[in-house]
């Protein structure tokens, strides 16, 4: 098995409580394991555009888990392999953008947090070559494979709670409250 010395980490898809628990916890594993941590800005643009990609220590991820979001940013649009850019000096395909950036980052694997879209192009970047673990992430729990995904609990948590307070709005009210 090679050695990893250096791995990316991004964040796609819409935004779910947790995400930047499980950043913390990339950094903090992976630099107790010796292993550097670069993190990729607005999901598969941090491979995209060099801009988007930085370095993430400890002491970036110290006091995150309070709040929300996520501290790479995230997009639910923009597919690496949607259709290829033509320009007058040829066709600009932005997968292998992204290959070619992995390799020139000196990645040695990828963790993609993300939904059912961003473990789709997650899984096809696996088949060109990048080792990655996905991690599953949504509100809808729709992930094939998994039983609960991070962000389906807190999201069913909170509205359960918003539910049970209109009860008690639409007793003082004296009214019916559709949700």
């Known amino acids: 098995m090679p050695t990893i010395r250096k791995i990316g980490v991004?964040?796609?898809g819409g935004d779910a409580p947790g995400l930047n628990a499980v950043i913390r916890a990339v950094v903090k594993t992976a630099t107790n394991a010796g292993v550097a941590v670069i993190g990729l800005e607005d999901s598969f643009d941090?491979?995209?555009?060099p801009d988007k990609a930085r370095a993430l220590t400890p002491k970036d991820v110290t006091g995150i888990?309070?709040?929300g979001g996520t501290i790479l940013g995230t997009v639910n649009r923009g597919n690496p392999f949607a259709e290829p850019i033509v320009t007058p000096h040829g066709t600009f395909n932005y997968a292998d953008?992204?290959?070619?950036?992995?390799?020139?980052?000196?990645?040695d694997a990828l963790i993609c947090i993300?939904?059912?879209g961003t473990l789709a192009i997650a899984h096809k970047f696996s088949q060109m070559g990048i080792p990655l673990v996905g991690v599953p992430k949504t509100i809808d729990n729709d992930i094939v494979g998994t039983t609960n995904t991070f962000g389906?609990?807190?999201a069913v948590a909170f509205a359960t709670d918003a539910i049970d307070r209109?009860?008690?709005?639409?007793?003082a009210h004296h009214r019916v409250l559709v949700v």
């Open 152 to 154: 389906f609990d807190t």
């Open 166 to 171: 209109l009860h008690t709005t639409a007793e």
């Open 114 to 116: 993300g939904g059912d």
């Open 10 to 12: 991004l964040t796609g």
């Open 65 to 67: 888990l309070r709040f």
């Open 97 to 107: 953008r992204v290959m070619d950036m992995f390799q020139q980052m000196e990645l």
């Open 46 to 49: 941090g491979l995209i555009y």
